[in-house]
């Protein structure tokens, strides 16, 4: 394990793609122009390459290339309908291959919500630059200009002579072509698209309803040994002394092998561990439980996150930093009229991914293979190499089907788990966590502890809000003496607060991490806009007033959020302007689909929340009936405004999910450490929204001309404060701390 | 050695008699379809029938499915078009797809004891089954569309 580097903070950045400007509101890199001819590994022998992207073979077969994973969000299906629609490509004929991980496809890591943003345009001039090249070979073949011929469903006509040749039967003559200009490239209008912006099944439908899959813990191998790890419950331990003659004995044992990790910060290395390697599953884990370990002490050790969220939720630390100011913050609290403050706490969640971390590796002779479910193979390939230590070129990473992934998944922990185990036995080994090994050794999202205080003035709107947060930065997994949190992090809904008052400050307090932070789906965005929406339906109840009515005058007149002359640089996007006009428009919409206010009877209310986020707008409103201290959520109806869409159902599909994954959180979702260890472990104790909790969902999908806009995680945040505020309204209590089980039960 | 009857052909295995079923379908036979979730039968990830009852792999050593018939999802039909598996391709189901080979093997026990289940019914009996990625909603519908399928011939029967 010597070979295990850890990350300076420079090299964090590059490595995760979390640039300093952030994945959220505040900016994406996007991508520059691709190298489009390289050698494409994964061809079959007749298919001939047009691009990096684009293959087609003399049988017709056109195979497009998906190099981002594919966790659910349909991106095998979502970036490939785009390069088939500008190929002029038969769905039918097109064939979908999944990338290896390799630099020559750009940025494959998956997060961020950034895949549609990111490379919508580079797919349209992969299918263009392909289509340009079968045109001319056409041409060339018949004598004619380039500009009299057409390519239509899978061929290239020239009307005048009523020719026309099946894009197989030119894909060898395009093939040798020279790549044309990018200058030079037409591309259709919006009404000439036959596959962008329509439903298309996700591609691997039809294998998944049989069962037909590989997710990352399907692969196997000759030979193969399955590792069953047992890790230090405390971030920072090490093997103190282990004692395994009785796991030996188990039959089917292999062989126990130390993973001597623990190293601060602990950035992707894998966790101290000790691994049984079994013919089996079974054996493995029956094993693991007769091996008798003793870890060293560490710093984190005594970490209680409940203690230490009281603490905060009492007193934050003086030590901290102010990240936004605007006016005067204490003239206008000391002027307002009334004056109202509350705490808000989120505890650490984990990802729960159905499928938990796994991975199968074997020693090649020229390096490394391995096949894993994983959100950032490049990512991987560098991890890996770290772990066996050879040059990240020399590892070969195969991307399976992701299980579902939100976040976990981009941490390859898990892989140089697998490489390392692989190299020390000489044999191909699969590492797959056991649920309890996931629950208690993730990367956790970070708790939060936010205090607001505010002021109205006589006709009941916010003057004055201070805003302040303690709350571990996902920095400290990467960098040491890491307490405040990043701009990428403020950056997510608490520096970037849209709300039009005038006097507002927002300050960072100094929290230590105590086990290794990660990003889960939205990220701080969940923690900001429970905090936000929360006070300001706390101000609208306060005030008198109707909370979504409130909510828009709140917001104020339609402009561009710009928090650079406030302290907040990076709360500004040119490219991507924060428009209140789309946020009051997202509100608007989802009052349409209620009806609000609607009627309800005794024990029921509504609550909305709308927040920005992954550069789209979401508002959401949400109705509970409360009885005998027991809540239930019927009905949630969330509106989307993500610019243009490329998959119509696989959005409305994100935001179902969104809705969900936000109830888990909301109403149930706590980690919590005691003794420096993570208390749950399966889902009896972490449990997660099942179907009779399931309330009815209603999408809307805002038509928009806008850029396209992140989908997989800015469902999520309006969810919580949504949830808590219709409980309010029902006349139950008004919940600042989640989750929602703590205070009342869930029906 | 263990004689097993999986999706109606014979398998010899030579495993421990209380290693789970799941682990002797996954590791020993290579029948993967059928997915590791908990371990501990809270999840439904890793559901087959055995005798046509909806059971979880993970938690039945493989001694009590001796003798009798197992099912899992690659035997749910024979060409992935069981009532089921064509509602979940209509609604557009699956997410992710990890936990639906347990989903359909569920809802497939479920509609073969109660051909026309009610809404609430079917929420009792899908219940044990997470999907992590919320895909709830149209399972409940893909399930009554199937239903609907199923109960064709009884209610247009002459």
């Known amino acids: ?747 | 050695m263990l004689q097993l009857t999986i999706n109606g052909e014979s398998r010899t295995v030579d495993a421990d008699p209380n290693m789970p079923l799941l682990w002797v379908l996954r590791d020993l036979l290579q029948l993967t379809g059928t997915k590791y979730g908990c371990g501990k039968g809270l999840c439904g990830a890793c559901t087959v029938h055995l005798n046509g009852t909806a059971v979880r792999a993970c938690s039945l050593p493989v001694a009590a499915a001796v003798g009798g018939k197992i099912t899992t999802i690659e035997g749910l039909s024979v060409n992935g078009d069981h009532p089921l598996q064509r509602a979940w391709t209509e609604h557009k189901v699956p997410q992710c797809g990890y936990c639906q080979s347990g989903q359909l093997m569920s809802a497939a026990a479920l509609l073969a004891r109660n051909p026309t289940p009610s809404a609430a019914q079917i929420r009792d009996a899908m219940s044990g089954n997470i999907c992590r990625c919320g895909t709830y909603p149209r399972i409940e519908a893909a399930i009554k569309t199937a239903a609907g399928v199923q109960i064709q011939p009884a209610q247009g029967g002459k």
């Open chain 1, 1 to 747: 394990m010597a070979n295990f580097k850890v990350v300076n903070r420079r090299e964090f950045l590059k490595l995760s793609g979390l640039s300093a400007v952030g994945i959220s509101a505040t900016g994406l890199a996007l991508q520059a122009s691709l190298p489009v001819h390289a050698e494409w590994t994964g061809a079959s022998g007749s298919a001939l390459s047009l691009n990096v992207f684009v293959h087609i073979a003399t049988d017709d077969q056109v195979t497009i290339v998906a190099h981002r994973s594919e966790m659910g969000q349909g991106i095998r299906t979502g970036l490939p309908q785009i390069v088939a629609d500008e190929l002029d490509a038969d769905w039918n004929k097109v064939n979908i291959v999944q990338a290896l991980g390799d630099k020559q496809y750009g940025d494959q890591n998956t997060d961020g919500s950034r895949s549609v943003v990111g490379f919508y345009h580079t797919m349209r001039e992969m299918g263009a630059s392909a289509k340009a090249m079968l045109i001319l070979a056409a041409a060339q073949a018949w004598g004619v200009k380039p500009e009299e011929c057409v390519a239509v469903d899978h061929r290239v006509t020239h009307p005048k002579s009523q020719r026309a040749l099946r894009y197989g039967e030119l894909a060898e003559r395009a093939a040798q072509l020279p790549l044309p200009d990018p200058k030079t490239l037409k591309y259709k209008s919006p009404d000439q698209f036959k596959y962008i912006g329509k439903p298309v099944p996700m591609v691997d439908l039809a294998d998944i309803v049989r069962g037909d899959t590989t997710y990352g813990v399907d692969v196997v191998l000759p030979d193969m040994l399955h590792a069953s790890i047992e890790r230090c419950p405390w971030l920072g331990g090490k093997i103190q002394s282990v004692e395994d003659s009785a796991a030996r004995k188990v039959p089917g044992v292999v062989d126990i092998i130390r993973l001597d990790g623990g190293v601060e910060p602990p950035a992707f290395v894998p966790l101290s561990g000790v691994a049984v390697l079994a013919t089996n599953t079974w054996s493995a884990q029956q094993a693991r439980k007769k091996l008798n370990i003793t870890w060293t002490n560490s710093g984190h050790q005594n970490f209680d996150s409940e203690a230490s969220m009281r603490a905060l939720a009492t007193q934050l630390p003086a030590a901290s930093k102010i990240v936004r100011s605007r006016g005067d913050i204490a003239k206008g609290l000391n002027g307002a009229q009334q004056k109202m403050s509350a705490v808000y706490t989120v505890p650490h969640l984990e990802h729960a991914t159905m499928e938990p971390p796994a991975a199968t590796a074997r020693m090649t002779e020229n390096g490394c293979e391995v096949w894993a479910c994983v959100q950032a193979p490049q990512r991987t390939q560098q991890v890996v190499a770290g772990a066996v230590g050879i040059k990240p070129e020399q590892v070969k990473v195969n991307v399976t089907l992701l299980g579902s992934a939100f976040g976990r998944k981009s941490k390859p922990d898990f892989a140089a788990e697998a490489a390392f185990l692989a190299k020390a036995v000489n044999r191909p080994v699969k590492v797959i966590w056991s649920r309890e090994d996931a629950v208690r050794h993730g990367y956790y999202h970070a708790f939060s502890v936010q205090h607001f205080s505010g002021g109205l003035d006589q006709k009941g709107q916010l003057i004055a809000l201070k805003a302040q947060v303690a709350s571990p930065t996902i920095m400290s997994t990467f960098a040491p003496d890491q307490v405040y949190l990043q701009d990428f992090e403020v950056g997510q809904g608490f520096a970037n607060m849209p709300y039009d008052i005038p006097h507002q400050q927002a300050s960072v307090h100094a929290t230590p991490a105590h086990t290794r932070i990660g990003w889960l789906r939205s990220v701080y965005n969940i923690n900001h806009a429970f905090g936000v929406n929360s006070f300001i339906d706390e101000a609208a109840h306060l005030a008198g007033q109707d909370p979504l009515a409130y909510q828009l005058a709140m917001l104020g007149a339609d402009r561009v959020v710009d928090t650079r002359n406030e302290g907040f640089e990076k709360g500004y996007n040119p490219e991507y302007p924060y428009s209140i006009a789309r946020m009051k428009n997202a509100l608007q919409r989802v009052k349409a689909s209620v009806g609000w206010p609607a009627k309800v009877k005794q024990g029921e209310g509504w609550g909305v929340a709308v927040h920005h986020s992954f550069l789209s707008y979401v508002a959401v409103a949400t109705k509970v009936v409360i009885e005998n201290n027991r809540v239930r959520v019927t009905d949630v109806h969330i509106a989307l405004d993500c610019g243009q869409v490329v998959n119509p159902d696989r959005v409305h599909a994100q935001m179902e999910g969104a809705v969900i994954f936000g109830l888990s959180l909301t109403l149930m979702g706590e980690i919590s450490f005691e003794d420096g260890a993570v208390v749950q472990s399966n889902f009896d104790d972490y449990p997660l929204l099942r179907i009779q909790q399931s309330p009815n969902i209603v999408v809307t999908l805002i038509d928009s001309n806008e850029k396209h806009g992140g989908v997989g995680e800015p469902g999520v945040p309006p969810i919580a404060p949504s949830v808590t505020s219709a409980i309010a309204a029902a006349g139950g209590p008004r919940i600042r701390t989640l989750p929602v089980s703590k205070q009342l039960s869930i029906g």
